[in-house]
């Protein structure tokens, strides 16, 4: 449920403690924002409904869910195969990955790539084969993982009837799963709304003004957070997950269609000088449709723990920015004395890889021998070879977490990153210390000077 105050929303907090992602089970919307060509031109982005009682046998049968199962995303895609729809497990729809622990806290479009193919070999290769020579096949195949390393996503959960999971799983799985896609009848906004409307039917509907009559994915979950304010038995909850850090170009705010013209520059200025009546118009229909909907507007925070948390405050993000100031001096001081060159240059050459326990780690090979430098939070101490690289890895993370424009982000993850920046500055010194013989840190990062 929304809450009407920050004063109120904290108070519900610190009583009830974080809440779970599974406190209301049933159905989450995602709206995801645009990047790449959509953003630039469109700026519609993507949406997708996960299902958490609603698992998969392969992409395309479903069927319950076992117990400890997190359910799936289900999309329409155009293009992938022929085919309408298809499921993804949770976390490998954000991340690529099978499991939480082997999220990565950094991402750089090399990483991203080599996980979303490792991922489509290991479970997607009937559905997106190999190219001719084995080689990675090209086509939009990519938007089934690692969503969160393009995009932030906004998500809004509610409770769904239990008998209604079985007649969707019934009706999808005897359909004719074939490619429906049209940009402006049938595209994955469409679909969506299909889903919803399947368990609470005529609650979203088409903004025929604010988007010309397209289903829009900020229109349906526009159109989810009015019904769900006259249908207090939903329990609507917010929440959104942040787009992973790194070198991935940043994602950019959904917009309708309307809002999309009204607020592009490029569009608005030349058409202001020239045809002043249609800027109007513009103007007039973008008021009209309420096109002010701010998709993360009282949004909690999503955790790999699976708790939706707060976002930092204000006043939180600066005192944990003092923090990084104070320890950035102290890493700016260590790496002059080593002669570590930067971390944008040491990423921009490293190779990503996966440890013996499948979690990601960048290959540094600037040296005679290769440099390994854990990526996850489960590998970043125990896998790194060079503790002073790895500590810059997560100075540049939290850099971008902290930055005034960067996303929202929850106060755990925060201080998990912090906690993790001082013990790689303590393992450094510990390994420092060590004799040369013993292959200390400090031969490592001679390598990748």
Not at 415 to 439: I, K
Request: aromatic residues 10%; charged residues 25%.
């Amino acid at each position: 449920m929304f809450m009407s105050s920050r004063k109120l929303w904290t108070a519900l907090i610190l009583v009830f403690g974080s809440f779970s992602l599974r406190a209301h089970a049933g159905a989450t919307l995602l709206l995801e924002e645009p990047y790449s060509v959509d953003g630039t031109f469109a700026g519609t982005g993507h949406t997708a409904v996960y299902l958490d009682r609603v698992c998969a046998d392969t992409p395309l049968v479903l069927r319950r869910c076992a117990p400890g199962e997190l359910g799936v995303v289900l999309s329409r895609y155009h293009g992938i195969s022929g085919y309408d729809w298809l499921a993804i497990p949770l976390i490998p729809y954000l991340y690529a990955v099978d499991s939480p622990e082997k999220v990565p806290l950094y991402a750089d479009p090399k990483l991203e790539a080599f996980l979303r193919d490792r991922y489509r070999r290991q479970y997607l290769e009937q559905i997106v084969p190999d190219g001719k020579n084995g080689e990675t096949p090209d086509g939009p195949w990519y938007q089934l993982a690692g969503s969160a390393y393009d995009r932030t996503l906004y998500a809004f959960q509610f409770e769904t009837p239990v008998d209604k999971d079985e007649e969707l799983i019934r009706v999808l799985n005897a359909e004719r799963n074939t490619g429906r896609y049209k940009l402006l009848s049938a595209n994955c906004a469409d679909f969506a709304k299909g889903i919803i409307n399947f368990y609470y039917p005529g609650s979203l509907h088409r903004a025929v003004i604010a988007d010309l009559g397209v289903t829009t994915p900020k229109q349906i979950a526009k159109c989810l957070v009015h019904y769900s304010k006259h249908h207090p038995e939903l329990h609507m909850t917010s929440y959104l997950i942040p787009q992973v850090p790194g070198t991935i170009k940043r994602s950019r705010p959904v917009r309708g269609v309307v809002e999309s013209a009204f607020k592009a520059k490029k569009y608005m200025v030349p058409l202001l000088a020239w045809h002043p009546a249609i800027v109007a118009g513009f103007a007039a229909a973008y008021f009209t449709g309420r096109g002010g909907f701010d998709p993360g507007q009282h949004a909690l925070v999503f955790n790999l723990d699976h708790d939706l948390q707060m976002p930092l405050s204000a006043e939180e993000r600066r005192e944990y920015q003092k923090q990084l100031d104070k320890l950035s001096r102290g890493i700016a001081e260590d790496d002059a004395a080593l002669g570590l060159a930067k971390w944008s240059r040491v990423q921009a050459t490293a190779t990503p890889d996966l440890d013996p326990q499948g979690h990601p780690l960048f290959v540094l090979r600037e040296g005679q021998d290769p440099v390994e430098i854990g990526l996850s939070r489960e590998n970043i101490l125990s896998q790194s070879d060079s503790p002073e690289v790895a500590r810059q890895m997560m100075f540049a993370r939290l850099r971008e977490e902290l930055h005034k424009s960067s996303a929202k982000i929850s106060k755990a993850d925060v201080s998990s990153d912090l906690q993790l920046l001082e013990e790689l500055s303590s393992a450094e010194r510990d390994r420092s210390s060590l004799p040369a013989s013993g292959g200390s840190a400090t031969d490592a990062a001679s390598k990748i000077r």
